[in-house]
């Protein structure tokens, strides 16, 4: 193993982080370099942002402090451009300039307010705990005056927020707006429980509602109608950096990066990539981007670059779902069990069980990052049985 290899990892996200920490604690001793790059010295748990969106004070887990003793450099800065050629990663626009031996893509996914016109202009985000204060900020003036905020969006992200909202505001109208059954990926019963509590909280829920355009105070749907919208919260679909596409990286139509069976690029294996900016595919189908899909891929990446690192074989990458966990409020939350293609199986949690489970969820990336520098820690659920064990399609 060369004692001079350096290793970037781009993005200081749930997958960035596992990575890079996994990483060091596998190749400590040994003179390898790891340099972690992310705009914000502050880590976001996006697990817990429609929490912040709602008014609750979140604990403020800084990115040095969660490398400490790791060897990890820590370099606060956004990637703005990356030449595969040179082996090179420019920082904010030429501020500096880093060489890499191997690049580790980790610059997740963030919400696309592109597609419809208006979002980027007046609608509000989850993606970091500033715009989900702004937002929590204007929703306490909204709820003061008895208005009415809108989520567009009823995937997992969407109820979440809209649940929270209206528990933490109970004068505020909160109403969803999704062109599918909120939880339609869930069985029968956890999405009939999911939708009685935002019967109970009062949330106002329109299906089968296109939303057209987002205009300051009113969302417009296809046809015409209007809805009044004194705050939008936008969790519908999402998008990735362009930046892989700009530098030549092989990637697919929505500018995931593709990836071969050990999640490196196929353009590119010096330049591996993780969670929502790769574009995986397992014999029973493609990965969506979660957090739970995620953390495997770090897991899998990091002990992957170790391997290679020391000339040993590396054995595909398997992942199978295990669960939809969804919180409901801080009192209520379903949790749906799943097959390793993300289908409904039988088994469900309701009520304050799902509450624990779903806590324990959200709360375990940190404390694996923690355990991760002194244990190999796993973070994988399931690999997806016999589903995973057949080659890919």
Not at 337 to 361: C, I, N, Q, S
Request: hydrophobic share 40%; proline share 5%.
């Amino acid at each position: 193993m060369r004692s001079d290899h350096h290793v970037v990892v781009l993005g200081g996200g749930y997958t960035g982080m596992l990575a890079a920490i996994r990483l060091a604690h596998r190749t400590r001793r040994t003179g390898v370099r790891i340099t972690l790059v992310n705009p914000s010295a502050r880590f976001t748990e996006r697990l817990r942002m429609h929490q912040t969106a709602a008014g609750q004070e979140l604990a403020d887990h800084r990115i040095p402090d969660l490398l400490a003793g790791t060897g990890i450099t820590f370099v606060q800065g956004g990637a703005t451009r990356i030449d595969p050629d040179d082996r090179t990663v420019t920082i904010d626009g030429g501020a500096a300039r880093l060489e890499y031996d191997t690049l580790v893509y980790a610059l997740g996914s963030a919400a696309d307010t592109g597609r419809v016109p208006g979002a980027g202009d007046h609608a509000f985000t989850l993606d970091d705990p500033r715009t989900a204060a702004r937002f929590a900020a204007r929703v306490r003036e909204v709820a003061a005056a008895g208005g009415t905020v809108t989520v567009c969006g009823g995937g997992l992200t969407g109820v979440e927020a809209a649940a929270e909202l209206a528990e933490a505001h109970p004068g505020l109208n909160v109403t969803l707006i999704s062109l599918d059954e909120p939880g339609a990926m869930m069985g029968a019963k956890a999405r009939a429980h999911l939708r009685r509590a935002l019967d109970r909280l009062g949330v106002t829920i329109r299906v089968g509602a296109r939303v057209a355009k987002v205009l300051p105070e009113a969302v417009e749907l296809e046809g015409g109608e209007m809805i009044a919208s004194d705050a939008c919260l936008w969790t519908a679909g999402v998008t990735v950096s362009p930046l892989a596409a700009e530098a030549g990286i092989a990637v697919d139509e929505g500018g995931l990066i593709l990836v071969d069976p050990t999640l490196r690029s196929v353009s590119h294996p010096d330049i591996h990539a993780v969670g929502d900016a790769a574009a995986i595919r397992m014999a029973w189908g493609r990965i969506h981007g979660t957090c739970q899909s995620g953390l495997p891929t770090a897991q899998y990446t990091a002990d992957t670059i170790a391997r290679l690192l020391r000339g040993r074989p590396v054995r595909p990458f398997r992942f199978g779902y295990f669960h939809q966990p969804v919180s409901l409020g801080r009192r209520d939350a379903v949790i749906q069990f799943t097959r390793a293609d993300d289908t409904p199986r039988r088994a469900y949690l309701r009520g304050r069980a799902a509450v624990l489970y779903k806590e324990t969820v959200s709360g375990s990336p940190v404390k694996a990052y923690r355990l991760s520098k002194r244990v190999n820690v796993t973070a994988t659920l399931s690999k997806g049985g016999r589903a995973t064990r057949r080659p890919a399609a």
